[in-house]
């Protein structure tokens, strides 16, 4: 039986093309890995100190509080003592009136005093009926239940999941999504045309979004408020952008494909390989970049081997988006 040998060197090397394009992926999700967990790490700190920030406002609205309940308290309970002690004192003079005027029994000076005296101890009798006397008087912490039920309830400050995980969602062909829309401006100050036209965009496991501008052949990373955060130059027109793992996406340049990572908040330039014909739309699945050119739909791996052309038709343009849905384009 005869052996096509070139046919078991050129399987020999598809089998070597999938197992550098298996090592590379996984190689590069041990390195988005540890930087997701790092920048997980950071958030988590960053939420901590935020739940400190609050708890430290309540805590201080609630000492204002406290500190003018005292306040109002202790400024009314010496206004009480202090007219308490201005009756005595008055009530004192005028008992030793009397009794000097009962020494020397002067009947008109007598009348006088015994008016001053009645009138002395029905202002006595009227403040003390309207200050009755109260129960020893204290303050009282009544502490907001809900809010210490609400976190001794959470089992963390929030959840974490695998970005593979995260991006599998069992969808209804039938569903029809309606979302709301919204204007924001990204262009850079240091662009010259002060203009852009957005040509791609995706969206990472982070919440941060990565957009081509064709029009400033610019890359840029916008964070969760769609603010230009990071950006990074290329060398042509940038066109679509696909997700490759948690931290790296790449770029269809019209001949070539850049890969681009995020690193500490930064848009980093990669690794890239050369296209044949140009391309125009990208998407990853598994490993493998599906890329349409002017009539084509084709097949890449990772390392920019060409694996084989899905769809051709000179007739038609194929320049459109490359959709995946489960395992269909």
């Given amino acids: 039986m005869a052996v096509d040998m070139q046919q078991l060197s050129n399987s020999i090397q598809t089998s070597l093309d999938e197992l550098n394009t298996f090592k590379s992926t996984h190689e590069a999700s041990i390195q988005s890995v540890e930087e997701s967990y790092s920048e997980r790490l950071k958030e988590i700190q960053d939420l901590r100190k935020k739940l400190n920030a609050a708890l430290d406002a309540l805590?201080?609205?609630?000492?204002?509080?406290?500190?003018?309940?005292?306040?109002?308290?202790?400024?009314?309970?010496?206004?009480?003592?202090?007219?308490?002690?201005?009756?005595?004192?008055?009530?004192?003079?005028?008992?030793?009136?009397?009794?000097?005027?009962?020494?020397?029994?002067?009947?008109?000076?007598?009348?006088?005093?015994?008016?001053?005296?009645?009138?002395?101890?029905?202002?006595?009798?009227?403040?003390?009926?309207?200050?009755?006397?109260?129960?020893?008087?204290?303050?009282?912490?009544?502490?907001?239940?809900?809010?210490?039920?609400?976190?001794?309830?959470?089992?963390?400050?929030?959840?974490?999941v695998d970005s593979m995980q995260s991006l599998t969602v069992k969808m209804n062909p039938d569903w029809i999504l309606?979302?709301?829309?919204?204007?924001?401006?990204?262009?850079?100050?240091?662009?010259?045309?002060?203009?852009?036209?957005?040509?791609?965009?995706?969206?990472?496991?982070?919440?941060?979004?990565?957009?081509?501008?064709?029009?400033?052949?610019?890359?840029?990373?916008?964070?969760?408020?769609?603010?230009?955060?990071?950006?990074?130059?290329?060398?042509?027109?940038?066109?679509?952008?696909?997700?490759?793992?948690?931290?790296?996406?790449?770029?269809?340049?019209?001949?070539?494909?850049?890969?681009?990572?995020?690193?500490?908040?930064q848009l980093v330039n990669g690794r890239k390989f050369h296209l044949s014909p140009d391309g125009h739309s990208i998407a990853h699945h598994q490993g493998a970049l599906y890329v349409t050119s002017d009539t084509a739909l084709l097949h890449y791996t990772l390392t920019g081997s060409l694996v084989k052309i899905l769809y051709k038709d000179m007739n038609y343009s194929c320049s459109g988006i490359v959709f995946l849905y489960t395992n269909k384009i």
């Fill in 59 to 160: 805590e201080n609205t609630t000492m204002k509080e406290l500190d003018e309940i005292r306040v109002t308290l202790q400024t009314a309970l010496k206004k009480d003592v202090d007219n308490c002690n201005r009756l005595k004192d008055e009530l004192k003079q005028l008992s030793e009136a009397v009794n000097v005027l009962f020494d020397k029994s002067k009947t008109e000076i007598e009348f006088i005093a015994s008016r001053k005296c009645l009138d002395k101890i029905e202002e006595c009798k009227t403040y003390l009926k309207e200050n009755p006397v109260k129960l020893q008087r204290s303050l009282i912490f009544q502490a907001s239940i809900d809010i210490e039920q609400y976190l001794t309830q959470q089992a963390s400050l929030r959840r974490i």
């Fill in 178 to 265: 309606t979302v709301k829309r919204n204007v924001y401006l990204m262009s850079i100050s240091s662009d010259p045309r002060q203009t852009c036209r957005i040509t791609g965009i995706c969206c990472l496991p982070s919440g941060q979004f990565v957009v081509t501008d064709e029009c400033n052949r610019k890359v840029m990373l916008l964070d969760q408020h769609y603010n230009v955060s990071s950006h990074c130059d290329v060398s042509g027109l940038p066109g679509d952008v696909c997700q490759i793992t948690s931290s790296e996406v790449a770029v269809v340049v019209r001949n070539y494909v850049q890969f681009i990572s995020v690193s500490n908040g």
